[in-house]
Each structure stands twice: as structure tokens, then as C-alpha cells.
């Protein structure tokens, strides 16, 4: 008989043991910041980044993966930060492309 009441007491505390409500819970941390950058613009805009010139398509997006080592991006012939963008909640930046310029014809 006391045989029974000592398992039954050390699967009790080992069950207990087990389940504690001052565990501490991990905390899953992403070591990348910014996933992506969406660049947002009229159709045909050019720009440069992480060494490539893309041209914004008819959608007016166009949303290129982050690379590590790039930080600003090139268009109208200024350099201009990334990072100063807003980031949202995916880790996606948008980046405002200025509007291209028409061109006037002569007259």
C-alpha cells in the first residue's frame, strides 16, 4: 500500500515540477530589421539599388528584397538613405520615388 502513495507522490511532484507558472517564456527575436523595400512611383521611374537599375512597372511597385550591405539607394543622380522610411509591421519599408519629368516637347 505504501508502495502506491510513493509512486503516486513522486509522479505528482514530478508532474509539478513540470508545469510552473514562473517559467520563463523565450522570446523569439527576428535578426533582420527590414525585409524588404517597396518602391513606390509612376510607372517607368528608374532607380538604382544594390548595384542593379530597376524601372517601376505599370503597377507603380515594385518591392525588392533587402541586402545586407546596401544602404542608400541612387535615382536622378542623388544618393539618397533608406532607412529613414517607416518600417511596417511585415519589416517592409515603402520609398516614395519622386515623379518623373515630363518631357516638354518643342514647340
Known amino acids: 500500500m ?11 511532484l514530478l508532474l509539478c ?3 510552473s507558472h514562473n517559467a520563463v517564456q523565450p522570446v523569439v527575436t527576428c535578426q533582420i530589421s527590414t525585409v524588404s523595400y517597396r518602391f513606390v512611383g509612376d510607372a517607368g521611374t528608374a532607380f538604382r539599388y544594390d548595384g542593379r537599375t530597376w524601372s517601376v512597372p505599370k503597377s507603380g511597385w ?5 541586402s545586407k ?6 535615382v ?7 532607412d529613414v522610411w517607416p518600417r511596417d509591421q511585415f519589416g517592409t519599408r515603402t520609398v516614395p520615388l519622386p515623379a518623373r519629368k515630363q518631357e516638354i516637347a518643342n514647340e
Not at 3 to 12: D, E, I, P, V, Y
Not at 62 to 66: G, T
Not at 76 to 82: A, H, N, Q, T, Y
Open 62 to 66: 515594385i518591392e525588392l528584397i533587402a
Open 2 to 12: 505504501y508502495g502506491r502513495w510513493a509512486l503516486l507522490s513522486t509522479l505528482l
Open 17 to 19: 515540477g513540470c508545469i
Open 69 to 74: 550591405r546596401t544602404t542608400e539607394y541612387q
Open 76 to 82: 536622378d543622380g542623388r544618393s539618397l538613405p533608406l
